[in-house]
């Protein structure tokens, strides 16, 4: 199997070309792909496949194997994947994903991709679909108990479900401990993506995250478009927000109508296994 490993902001995957030829157990080989010991090392595995509806579809596998919905900074990559090697020509593409249909605008530099412009498309906030199990339709700065401790938490689907909620101490954060407990946390049917939150100022906010299936990554594109529209929906940022990570931070803008994520995506080397 060729592969490219690419990552946006830290948040490593490896990236394989199906358009010609399919994985037959893309789940299997997620885990051993991702193990950074006995395998190439990464968040995941994500294949880039051919769409009737777009220019591409991809299909993107946690570390343990499941399949996620949507990633926000492996779709950066996707797009310069297929621009770089000639794959398209376009600077305006349609990726389709398990969340949606995504539209991204690339922005090139001496003929390759340096950074990407996602639309990422409405939040999804009624509970029912993200899915949390609350007792109101939309879940927006409640307070939780998980592990002990309460917490103010809003829930917000951008093609897969995040619980945003707010820290005054991001770095001492054991989220090793912590992270696990909202991930497995019953009012979760499908589990959850936990992001840790400090706010800097109207227009900046630090944050960590805890990916279901993954543990803690350097960055999660859809976290960041979660944590705009939660600060924003709770009154506590404007509507254009970096978001600052372990790995580097995304600009992310939220209008009335979708979320656009803006970074950089980022080729770390190619090889075969």
């Known amino acids: 199997m060729k592969f490219t490993k690419m990552h946006g902001c830290g948040n ?14 893309p789940s299997a080989t997620a885990i051993q ?28 596998y946690n570390a343990d194997g499941s399949e996620g919905a949507m990633c926000g900074n492996g779709i950066r990559c996707v797009a310069k994947f297929v621009y770089d090697k000639g794959l398209t020509d376009k600077t305006s593409i349609a990726v389709e994903t398990k969340g949606g249909m995504k539209y991204l605008d ?42 002990g401790k309460e917490w103010v938490m809003t829930c917000v689907s951008m093609g897969n479900p995040h619980a ?3 820290c005054d101490d ?41 990916e279901r299936g993954s543990g803690e990554t350097l960055a999660c594109g859809t976290g960041c478009c979660a944590t705009a529209v939660a600060c924003f929906l709770n009154g506590l940022t404007d509507r254009n927000v970096t978001v600052h990570l372990l790995g580097g931070a995304l600009d992310i803008e939220v209008t009335e109508e979708t979320v656009f994520m803006t970074g950089p995506a980022t080729t770390v080397f190619e090889g075969e296994i």
């Open 164 to 166: 945003v909620v707010w």
């Open 33 to 60: 792909v991702s193990d950074r010991h006995f395998g190439i090392g990464s968040d995941g595995l994500i294949l880039i496949c051919p769409s009737e509806k777009g220019d591409f579809r991809m299909r993107m």
């Open 106 to 147: 690339l922005t090139v530099e001496n003929g390759k991709v340096s950074k990407v412009k996602v639309d990422m498309g409405a939040p999804i906030l009624n509970a029912e679909q993200i899915p949390v199990q609350w007792n109101a339709e939309r879940m927006i700065g409640q307070p939780v108990t998980v592990d």
């Open 170 to 210: 991001v770095d001492g954060l054991d989220i090793e401990k912590v992270g696990p407990h909202f991930e497995n946390h019953p009012m979760f049917p499908d589990r959850v993506n936990t992001e840790f939150v400090r706010v800097i100022d109207r227009n900046n906010v630090q944050m960590r995250v805890w």
């Open 12 to 25: 490593d995957y490896v990236y394989v070309d199906c358009t010609q030829e399919m994985l037959p157990d």
